[in-house]
């Protein structure tokens, strides 16, 4: 008997524990958990040890990091009548607190699902109304508009839209070649105006640089004619002072002989011929011929006493 009681002890104790094992959760930090007790929403799990009872209650485990989901590439009539193949991409993310959670699982159905038919239904009615080179350069308005539309459709889904990516917007075939050949010929001729600019720039500016070169020498002749002429003006003021100052010593200490040497020149030149000439005593110029030349004795004036007598003879 007590052997008995012994084993159904054991029975229900491991009967206990298994229960209470099976009953053990563990939420991760990434993760948000919803319980559910007999089919109903009991209570909210935050990350860390859980334990529900089995078969009573269940936990529903959601991830709150950012996701992202491919809008699959589709076929997009632009305004201009042309198929372009469209692909997208969307980051969204749940919510951490406890009513997105709920409402991620209560409000929509499989939100994934959701938000990637959402994103196609939202990218054909923005390209739509554009044209293939509308769609292709202004792929920043496409994500904004995409972007604003899956936000304002999925406020109430309990999850955060993190950003939309416009990922291809590939042409047809046929477009594609066109537009390559149009996009290398605008290359090309972009290229040929770019070499032309810089072919004049650069003849621009070996002619300002020739400009330059001549201004230079024109200055530098100029300069260096400027230079001769005050240096002849120097020499020429120099000059005239070295005759002024000769002039000067001459004036200075030469005049009297300079004077001398006219009169007795003058008296050489009166007296050529063996001219005879009659002086008067009394002039300047009978103490030069006295001083200056021998044998030459001049005239004495008659005095009053000698033409007296001569007149007493008579």
Request: no cysteine; aromatic share 6%; glycine share 4%.
């Amino acid at each position: 008997m007590e052997l008995l009681t012994w084993i159904l002890l054991a029975i229900l104790v491991i009967v206990v524990v298994w229960i209470f094992s099976i009953g053990i959760r563990i939420v991760r930090p990434t993760q948000r958990a919803l319980v559910e007790r007999l089919g109903k929403y009991h209570r909210f799990a935050n990350p860390g040890f859980q334990w529900i009872i089995p078969i009573v209650d269940r936990m529903f485990k959601i991830n709150i990091t950012e996701k992202m989901v491919n809008a699959e590439p589709q076929e997009i009539i632009t305004k201009d009548k042309l198929n372009a193949r469209v692909d997208a991409q969307v980051y969204f993310k749940v919510k951490s607190d406890e009513n997105s959670v709920k409402a991620s699982q209560y409000n929509v159905f499989n939100y994934e699902l959701q938000i990637v038919n959402l994103a196609r239904t939202t990218l054909r009615n923005i390209i739509g109304t554009l044209s293939l080179n509308e769609a292709n350069s202004e792929r920043d308005r496409i994500n904004g508009e995409l972007m604003k539309t899956l936000t304002l459709e999925t406020g109430t889904w309990g999850i955060e839209v993190v950003r939309t990516e416009l990922k291809e917007i590939d042409p047809p075939k046929d477009v594609q070649e066109t537009m390559n050949k149009v996009v290398k010929a605008e290359n090309e001729k972009q290229a040929a105006i770019d070499f032309a600019t810089a072919t004049e720039t650069q003849a621009d500016g070996q002619r300002r640089a020739e400009i330059k070169m001549a201004e230079g020498k024109k200055q530098a002749t100029i300069l260096e004619a400027d230079g001769q002429a005050e240096a002849i003006r120097r020499v020429a003021a120099a000059e005239a002072a070295r005759i002024e100052m000769i002039n000067t010593a001459i004036q200075k200490y030469f005049k009297n002989e300079a004077q001398l040497y006219k009169k007795l020149e003058t008296v050489q030149n009166s007296l050529q011929n063996g001219t005879k000439y009659v002086i008067d005593p009394h002039t300047e110029i009978t103490a030069v011929i006295a001083d200056g030349l021998t044998g030459v004795i001049p005239i004495e004036k008659k005095t009053a006493r000698s033409n007296e007598s001569m007149d007493t003879s008579s």
